[in-house]
C-alpha cells in the first residue's frame, strides 16, 4: 500500500505518562479527555479541550501498594469510575472532573468491576444516570451517581451468572426512546459467551424479567482472557459491533429501529453477523490471537504483539500494520493495549511508561473499492467520491452483465458511464454482436442521463432510437404475420413503447427529419401520431380522410389548438364522407363562418338524394338561420335555393313569410336577394312563392296576374293586401273580376249569377257597372236586371243623401251670414268707474293719452279702448304694451312694428281731411283698418288676463333674474355689539292696530 496515503498513522503522544508514579496499567479516554491508572494506585487525567491535567491518589495513604486495575471514562468526559486491587482487596472509586479527590463506592468492596457501560443517551456532566458494571465473578450491578450527591444514589445488584459463572469483560448499552417508554438494549461478553438483554422500563424491570426466561447468548469455541465488546458510534448511535473472542471476532451491524419479535417476546437488533477468524491475520502456521482491539467505521485495530494490524472490517484483509517507537523503559510487557475516544474519533494505544495516538484520515476514502472487489455494487456506489469512481462501479457491473450475455441490463449500466468509455465505444460494442434492442435501451438510457443543455446530442440519439424502434417493428412484422391482430404480441407492446418515445421526445427529434423517417418505413399511424403530436393537423385530418374516417377527422378539428381555417379546408370532403357527422360537428363549433362554407354545401347539395332523406346541409342552414340569427345574404339564397328544388313548396313558403329581422329594432323582414328569389322560383315553377315575392316587392299587379294563373283565391288575397291606395285596390279586384268573368264555362245565367255573387265578396268596391264591360256584347240585359237595379236604388240613396247636405249647408251659410249681421250690432256697456286692467284709471276718461294715439278711432275726446267678452276693459296703449312685454320677442316686434306704421298713416289721414272725421272715413276700408285689424288680432285675440298668455305667466318667477341686485338690498342683517337701548339703523317700528 502507497504510504502516502495510509489511513492510520501513530504519533507518540507523551513519554513519561506515569509520571514517577509507577507504571501504566490501564487507560479510558472520552471527549479528547485521558485518563491513566498506575501500578502505585494514581490516576491521571489529562483534558486537552482545556489543556489541563492533574492527579489523584486513589490509595488514600492505605498500607501497601494498591495497583489501578481498570479505569472507565464517559463519553463526554466527565465521569470516571476506576477500580484499585492491593493487599487481596478490591475496591471501585468514582471521581469528577471537577473533584480533587475521589470517592470509594462501600457497597461494591471486595468486587473487581472489569466493565462499565454508559447510557450514552441520557448521561449528563452532573449525573450518570442508569451506569452498569460487569464484575469478576459474574454480576451485572446499577448504579447512579449525581456529581452535587458527592455520592452514589444506589447500587443494585441487576443480573448474575447461575450456570456458567464466570467474569463479565466487555458491556455496552444502548436506549431508545419510543412512545411507550425507553426501550434499553445491553451486550456483556464473557471469555466465552455473548449475552444480551432488552426490554422496557428500567433496568432493574428488564433484568428481572429474565429470572423466568432464558438469557439469550452466543457461545464461540476457544476462550481468551482479554475478551473485548466494542460498540461503533456514529452521531451518538451505535452502527455496529464487535467481539473479541476466543475464536475470532464475531462482528455484526445492530439495528435498534427495525426489530423482530421472537415467540418469547425479545427482539434480535443484531443484522449481518459475521466471524473474523485469527488464521486469516496469521503469517505462519501459528495462529496468534490479538491482546486488544478498537473498533472504527470501517476497520478493526487489532493489537498483536507489539505492532498493531488494521483489519477491513467488509473484506477481512490486513491492510496496514502500525508500528510503536518504544523506549528502553518501556518494560518487558511491550505495549499493553487500546482504547477509543468515540467522540473526538481517536484511538490510543499505551505500554508502561507512553502513550500513542492513531489518527485516523479519511479511513472510507477506499470503501467503495473493497465493496466493488466483493461485487457488492449498491455498497460501492454508496462509497463513491467522484464519477470516476462511479464510472468504474457501473463499467464492472456493465461488463459482467456484458460477458453473461444479458445485454440489456448490460447496456443499463452502460448508459451511467460518462468519462472512462465513450459513445462511440459503447454503441460499437453493441453492434459487434448485433444486439439492436441493447443499443436503443443503451439509447434511451443514455438520453435520461444527459442533461438539457446537450441539444445537439440529445437530437441525433433521440432520432437514432427512432429509427432503432421502426427497424424493430419491421422485425416483429416479419418474423410474425399475426403480430398486427394480436394485442398481447411483442408488437402492440412495442408500438406502445414507440409512441410514448414519441411522446416524450416530441419537443427534441427534428420534426422533418422524424417525418421523412417515418414515411420512409411506411409507418403511417406513427407518422399520424407524431404530426398530432407536433400539431401538424393538417396531416393527421389528411390520412383520417383518407381512411374514411370522418368522426375522427372531426375530432381532431374541433381541437380548440387547430386553426379553423382547417374546417373550411376539409369541409368539402368531410360533408360528402359523411354528411350526418359534418354537420353536427359544425353545429357545435359556434365560431364557424357559414358563409366559407357554402363551397363544401353547394358540393353536397349537387349530388342526388333520396326523397326521405334527410337533406343535412339544409339542416345546417336552418340552424344558422333560425337558432344563430345569421344575416349573411349568401346564407339565406342558398337555402333558399335549396327550399325551392324541393317538390313541397310548403317548407319555401315558411321561409319566404319569416320576418328574420324583426327581432330587432328597425330589422328588415328578410336577408335574401328577392330579385334571385324570384328569378329561382320563377324557373323552378314555384308560383306561389314567385306571388308572394311579387307581393313583397309591392308589384301587387304582376302578384295578382300570377296568382289568378295559379288560383283566384290567391289572387283576392292579394287583391285585399293594398289597404292604403283605394284605386290600386279597385284595378286589382277588376283584374280578378275580368278573369272570374272570362273564365266561367257554365250558362250565361248562371255566369252572371256567380259574377253578381263575386261583386259581394268585394264589400262594396265594385259594381256592376265595373263588371259590365267584361261581358260579351250579346249578354242581354235582363239577366243584369235585379243587379242594375239594386245599383240603381243606391245611387238613388246617394243622390238624396247629397241632397240633404246640400240643404244643411245653404241653412248653416244663412245661419253665418245672420251671425254677421248680428256682430255688427254688438255691444257692451261700460261702467262710468270701470277701471283699466294695466294702469288702473278709469276707461272713460279723457286726458292726454288721447294725444298719444292718433291712428285710433275715437267717440269724442275720450281714449280709445278694449273691451272683452269676459268684462275685463284695457287701454289700447296699456294693452300693447302689456302684451309686449309679455310675448316673445319676436311677436313684440310685430306690435310695435305695426304699431309704428298705425301711427304713421293716422297722421297723413288726419293730413288729408284736415283734422276732421267723416262718416265715410270711419265705414271706409283703408290701409290703416288692415294694420289696425292686425293689430288687434296680435294683442286683442284674447283677454291678457283669461287667455294663454296668463297660463304661460304661471311659470315665470317673481322675481326676475335681472331683480337680483334689488332683492340683495332688502335683506335684513343684524347688527351686533348693539344693545336694546339701541335705534337699529334708525328703523321705526309701527304697532299695527289688531
Not at 491535567?53 to 495513604?61: Q, R
Not at 281714449?863 to 320677442?889: D, K, M, N, Q
Request: glycine letters at 6%; a negative charge.
Amino acid at each position: 500500500m502507497d504510504r502516502g496515503r495510509q489511513v492510520f498513522a501513530v504519533d507518540v503522544l507523551e513519554r513519561h505518562a506515569a509520571k514517577g508514579r509507577g507504571v501504566v496499567t490501564c487507560m479510558a479516554a472520552g471527549n479528547d479527555v485521558i485518563v491513566i491508572g498506575t501500578s502505585k494506585g494514581w490516576i491521571i487525567r489529562h483534558d486537552f479541550g482545556v489543556g489541563d491535567s492533574y492527579e489523584i491518589d486513589l490509595s488514600g495513604g492505605r498500607p501497601g501498594e494498591q495497583s489501578i486495575h481498570r479505569v472507565f471514562v464517559d463519553p463526554g468526559g466527565s465521569h470516571c469510575i476506576a477500580t484499585g486491587v492491593g493487599n487481596g482487596v478490591s475496591d471501585t472509586f468514582y471521581t469528577h472532573a471537577k473533584w480533587n479527590k475521589p470517592r470509594v463506592l462501600p457497597k461494591l468492596r471486595g468486587l473487581l468491576v472489569n466493565a462499565v457501560a454508559w447510557n450514552r443517551q441520557q448521561i449528563t456532566e452532573a449525573s450518570t444516570k442508569e451506569v452498569i458494571l460487569g464484575t469478576d465473578n459474574g454480576q451485572l450491578h446499577e448504579i447512579a451517581v449525581d456529581e452535587k450527591d458527592k455520592k452514589e444514589k444506589y447500587v443494585k445488584l441487576l443480573f448474575e451468572l447461575a450456570e456458567l459463572p464466570e467474569a463479565f469483560t466487555g458491556l455496552q448499552m444502548e436506549t431508545a426512546s419510543i412512545p411507550s417508554g425507553t426501550r434499553y438494549y445491553v451486550m456483556a461478553v464473557t471469555p466465552t459467551r455473548l449475552y444480551s438483554f432488552t426490554g422496557f422500563g428500567s433496568l432493574e424491570t428488564i433484568f428481572s424479567s429474565y429470572a423466568d426466561r432464558a438469557v439469550h447468548f452466543m457461545e464461540l469455541p476457544g476462550e481468551i482472557p482479554n475478551s473485548e465488546l466494542h460498540f461503533y458510534i456514529k452521531q451518538r448511535r451505535a452502527t455496529h459491533f464487535a467481539w473479541l473472542s476466543g475464536a475470532g471476532i464475531y462482528h455484526g451491524g445492530l439495528n435498534f429501529g427495525a426489530q423482530h419479535s421472537s415467540p418469547n417476546g425479545d427482539e434480535n437488533f443484531v443484522e449481518n453477523k459475521a466471524l473474523l477468524s485469527y488464521s486469516n491475520l496469521s503469517e505462519g502456521a501459528e495462529v496468534v490471537k490479538p491482546s486488544s482491539m478498537a473498533v472504527s467505521e470501517f476497520h478493526f485495530l487489532l493489537l498483536v504483539g507489539n505492532k498493531v494490524k488494521v483489519v477491513n472490517r467488509i473484506s477481512e484483509q490486513i491492510i496496514e500494520e502500525l508500528q510503536f517507537e518504544q523506549t528502553s523503559d518501556s518494560g518487558s510487557r511491550g505495549v499493553i493495549g487500546l482504547c477509543s475516544d468515540a467522540t473526538a474519533g481517536l484511538f490510543y494505544a499505551y505500554d508502561e511508561s507512553s502513550i500513542f495516538q492513531v489518527s485516523v484520515n479519511d479511513e472510507g476514502r477506499d470503501m467503495w473499492k473493497v465493496y466493488l472487489d466483493m461485487k457488492e455494487y449498491a455498497a460501492a456506489l454508496a462509497n463513491c467520491r467522484d464519477p470516476l469512481q462511479r464510472d468504474q462501479v457501473y463499467l464492472l457491473q456493465a461488463e459482467s452483465a456484458f460477458a453473461s450475455k444479458d445485454y440489456l441490463r448490460a447496456a443499463s449500466f452502460y448508459s451511467k458511464i460518462n468519462y472512462i468509455l465513450s459513445f462511440e465505444e459503447i454503441t460499437l460494442k453493441f453492434i459487434s454482436v448485433s444486439e439492436q434492442d441493447a443499443l436503443r435501451t443503451f439509447l434511451l438510457r443514455k438520453l435520461d442521463n444527459l442533461t438539457k443543455d446537450d441539444k445537439c446530442q440529445i437530437t441525433m440519439i433521440s432520432t437514432w432510437a427512432t429509427e432503432l424502434y421502426l427497424d424493430k417493428i419491421n422485425r416483429l412484422l416479419l418474423e410474425d404475420d399475426t403480430a398486427v391482430d394480436n394485442r398481447g404480441s411483442e408488437y402492440q407492446s412495442i408500438i406502445l413503447e414507440f409512441r410514448a418515445f414519441l411522446s416524450d421526445s416530441k419537443d427534441v427529434l427534428d420534426e422533418a427529419t422524424t417525418m421523412r423517417l417515418l414515411e420512409s418505413y411506411g409507418r403511417v399511424e406513427e407518422l399520424v401520431f407524431f404530426a398530432s403530436l407536433k400539431e401538424q393537423y393538417e396531416i393527421v385530418v389528411h390520412h383520417y380522410i383518407q381512411q374514411g374516417e370522418a368522426k375522427k377527422a372531426l375530432e381532431v378539428l374541433q381541437k380548440p389548438s387547430v386553426p379553423i381555417d382547417l374546417q373550411y379546408k376539409f369541409a368539402p370532403d368531410l360533408i360528402m364522407l359523411d354528411a350526418y357527422e359534418t354537420v353536427e360537428s359544425w353545429m357545435t363549433t359556434n365560431k364557424l363562418n357559414p358563409r366559407k362554407l357554402i363551397p363544401a354545401m353547394m358540393r353536397y347539395s349537387s349530388e342526388p338524394h333520396a326523397k326521405n332523406e334527410t337533406h343535412e346541409v339544409i339542416k345546417y342552414l336552418e340552424y344558422c338561420v333560425h337558432r344563430l340569427h345569421n344575416e349573411d345574404p349568401g346564407v339565406h339564397n342558398l337555402l333558399l335555393s335549396l327550399y325551392a328544388k324541393q317538390e313541397d313548396d310548403s317548407a319555401l313558403l315558411r321561409f319566404l313569410q319569416c320576418k328574420f329581422g324583426k327581432g330587432r329594432e328597425g330589422g328588415p323582414d328578410f336577408f335574401y336577394d328577392p330579385k334571385y328569389a324570384l328569378r329561382l322560383c320563377l324557373k323552378e315553377k314555384r308560383m306561389r312563392a314567385c306571388v308572394h315575392i311579387y307581393s313583397m316587392m309591392s308589384m301587387h299587379e304582376e302578384a295578382v296576374a300570377l296568382a289568378l294563373q295559379v288560383d283566384p283565391e290567391l289572387a283576392m288575397a292579394e287583391a285585399d293586401k293594398v289597404e292604403d291606395d283605394e284605386d290600386l285596390r279597385k284595378k286589382l279586384w277588376l283584374m280578378v273580376a275580368k278573369h272570374v268573368v272570362e273564365q266561367e264555362k257554365g250558362a250565361k245565367r248562371d255566369n252572371i249569377r256567380k259574377a253578381i255573387a263575386f261583386l259581394k265578396e268585394t264589400d262594396g268596391l265594385l259594381k256592376i257597372e265595373d263588371i259590365l264591360p267584361f261581358f260579351p256584347d250579346f249578354a242581354l240585359i235582363d239577366d243584369f236586371k235585379e243587379a242594375i237595379c239594386s245599383s240603381l236604388e243606391d245611387y238613388n240613396k246617394q243622390i238624396e243623401q247629397l241632397k240633404q247636405e246640400m240643404n244643411d249647408a245653404t241653412h248653416g251659410a244663412d245661419n253665418i251670414r245672420n251671425d254677421i249681421s248680428a256682430l255688427a250690432q254688438r255691444y257692451t256697456v261700460i261702467e262710468r268707474d270701470e277701471e283699466c286692467g294695466v294702469c288702473k284709471r278709469k276707461i272713460l276718461t279723457v286726458g292726454r293719452e288721447y294725444q298719444m294715439m292718433r291712428g285710433y278711432t275715437s267717440v269724442g275726446s275720450m281714449a280709445p279702448f278694449y273691451v272683452f267678452p269676459c268684462g275685463h276693459a284695457f287701454h289700447s296703449h296699456c294693452l300693447i304694451a302689456h302684451v309686449t312685454r309679455c310675448t316673445p320677442e319676436a311677436q313684440a316686434e310685430h306690435i310695435l312694428e305695426l304699431q309704428k306704421q298705425i301711427t304713421l298713416l293716422g297722421g297723413e289721414t288726419r293730413k288729408d281731411s284736415n283734422g276732421s272725421l267723416s262718416e265715410d272715413s270711419i265705414t271706409s276700408t283703408t290701409p290703416i283698418d288692415k294694420l289696425r285689424s292686425q293689430l288687434d288680432d296680435a294683442i286683442a285675440s284674447e283677454c291678457p288676463f283669461c287667455g294663454e298668455l296668463m297660463i304661460r305667466e304661471i311659470s315665470l318667477p317673481f322675481i326676475l333674474p335681472e331683480e337680483a341686485r334689488q332683492i340683495h338690498s332688502w335683506e335684513i342683517k343684524p347688527e351686533h355689539n348693539l344693545g336694546p337701548q339701541h335705534n337699529l339703523g334708525g328703523q321705526r317700528t309701527l304697532s299695527l292696530p289688531l
